[in-house]
């Protein structure tokens, strides 16, 4: 089954949509398929706020199954608005269980059983549904629930997509100068930085 890609497809007001698979590819999973998302971040990837005044760009991504089921974008709103996504690589909903994935550095240092505890109040209130929480690094070998398949296939699937877009926090790209001229070649005999060309057309 071909996966539909529809890049402009908005899932909520704080998200940009960079990447989005609404169905199936392959056959990894039980119709595992993934969108990536970005959004305007307050928090290092530690969780700890950035300089007054400043802000960087945060790229995750949504691991989806084969229902693609949106209700995930409620725990990530308001994860997002309580602080706690910064840490986030990958977050996906299988079977009512809410699996993320935060950078390794985060977690070897944070508060675990407190960050856990934060998620697992979000996910009690789904939408009025209840999902339970498991929550790693990225780099431990056993993504439980993420996605529904052998550990090799599993890591390879994530691994892949890290491959393919950098996730995490970055500065944001400076967008260029819309009234910037374009360089362009000097002709012969033009006047260039205070020089003149070493072929004069006399």
């Known amino acids: 089954m071909n996966a539909q890609k529809s890049p402009n497809v908005s899932y909520a007001d704080f998200l940009t949509t960079i990447y989005d698979e609404q169905s199936p590819i392959g056959k990894i999973g039980r119709g595992t398929h993934y969108s990536v998302f970005g959004c305007t971040q307050w928090r290092d ?38 602080g706690l996504l910064s840490p986030v690589v990958f977050i ?12 390794n550095n985060f977690w070897g240092s ?5 960050y856990y505890e ?9 939408l009025c549904d209840s999902w339970s929480v498991y929550i790693q690094s990225v780099y431990q070998k056993r993504h439980t629930y993420i996605v529904e398949d052998e550990d090799e296939v599993r890591n390879t699937y994530l691994q892949n997509i890290l491959n393919l877009w950098p996730l995490g926090i970055f500065a944001p790209e400076v967008p260029p100068d819309p009234f910037e001229p374009e360089p362009r070649d000097a002709p012969v005999g033009e006047k260039v930085n205070d ?6 057309p006399f």
Not at 110 to 114: G, M, R, Y
């Open 92 to 103: 996906g909903e299988r079977k009512g269980a809410l699996s993320i994935i935060v950078n």
């Open 118 to 126: 934060k998620w697992n109040d979000i996910a009690n209130c789904v």
């Open 195 to 200: 020089e003149w060309s070493d072929d004069l």
């Open 45 to 82: 990837e530690n969780m700890k706020s950035l300089k007054r005044g400043t802000a960087k760009w945060q790229r995750f991504s949504v691991i989806w199954d084969e229902d693609h089921d949106t209700r995930v974008i409620h725990p990530i709103w308001e994860a997002y608005f309580n």
């Open 110 to 114: 944070c508060d675990q059983a407190s």
